[in-house]
């Protein structure tokens, strides 16, 4: 199997890894929140810094996602798709 080519099973791979990556994220900046909750606002602060670049590079990610979609959905693999 070619990892270079884009079929439907490399695309449910890559989308199923970014959805797991979101959830574990969201689970690591609710738990850093509340262990550093008690040591003040700038302390706060400097997590949710450390999530916004984190939640950039994911929204990222998803996009290239979307691309997979589109080219996915050009080259008729994906039935359902409106053209």
């Known amino acids: ?6 079929t439907k099973r490399n695309f ?3 989308a199923l890894t970014l959805f797991a990556m979101g959830m574990v994220s969201v689970g690591f900046g ?4 509340l262990m550093i909750a008690p040591l003040g606002l700038q302390h706060i602060a400097a997590v ?5 670049i984190t939640s950039a590079l994911l929204e990222a990610l998803i996009g290239l996602v979307d691309t997979f ?3 996915l ?9 409106w053209r």
Request: glycine share 6%; hydrophobic share 45%.
């Open 48 to 52: 949710s810094q450390g999530e916004l």
């Open 12 to 14: 449910a791979d890559f």
């Open 30 to 33: 609710a738990v850093d929140l």
């Open 69 to 71: 979609i589109a080219r």
């Open 1 to 6: 199997m070619k990892h270079t080519t884009l």
């Open 73 to 81: 959905a050009a080259k008729g693999h994906l039935p359902y798709c």
